[in-house]
């Protein structure tokens, strides 16, 4: 073990994965705050929120269709799915522009990232391509969570899923 002594090589492997956690400062709260401000987080949320809107929409028809059991929506359960769906927005919209929730985010990202980190980061986001890349990232993050809806939603509505599905519930509706 080229003239190594184990012990010798157990404290140099030690050394080398503690050495940069512990040369890893605390990231700044000035920061984080920085990196919040160039990554767009208001504008990241205005986005998801509207990218949620049909969601909602959807998720309100569905609700009224459950509830009466019907096929399709008459005039006035279509202005009440509207109601709801936009009850839904606006609440989900309250939540998420509550300060509170800025100031979760930051203490996650002050709690996850290193100040080293942050401060790269920080670089990195300070680029045209840095900024370009974070407006990009929203749009994936979107698409891939559409996707999953969609695979989910498919997913659901084989015959496959309901057989199993009607087999969980008889076999739980059982006396």
Known sequence: MLGIKPLNF???LTSVFITPTAIATPAKASSVEHLLQLSEVDVVIQSTLAE??????AESESIILRITGSDQLDAQQLIASQ???????????????????KLKIK????????EE???????FLS???????NRKETEIVNQMQNYFQSL???????ANFE????????RLMQP
């Open 152 to 158: 989910a939603e498919n997913s659901f509505h084989t």
């Open 83 to 101: 109601e709801i769906a936009q009850l839904l927005f606006d609440t989900t919209k309250q939540i998420m522009t509550q300060p509170q929730v």
């Open 117 to 123: 980190e942050v401060q790269a980061y920080i670089k």
């Open 107 to 114: 203490d996650i990202m002050q709690t996850v990232y290193t």
């Open 163 to 170: 057989q199993k599905l009607e087999g969980v519930v008889t």
């Open 52 to 57: 949620l809107h049909p969601h909602f929409e």
């Open 127 to 133: 680029t045209p391509e840095g900024q370009s890349i």
């Open 10 to 12: 157990v404290l140099l």
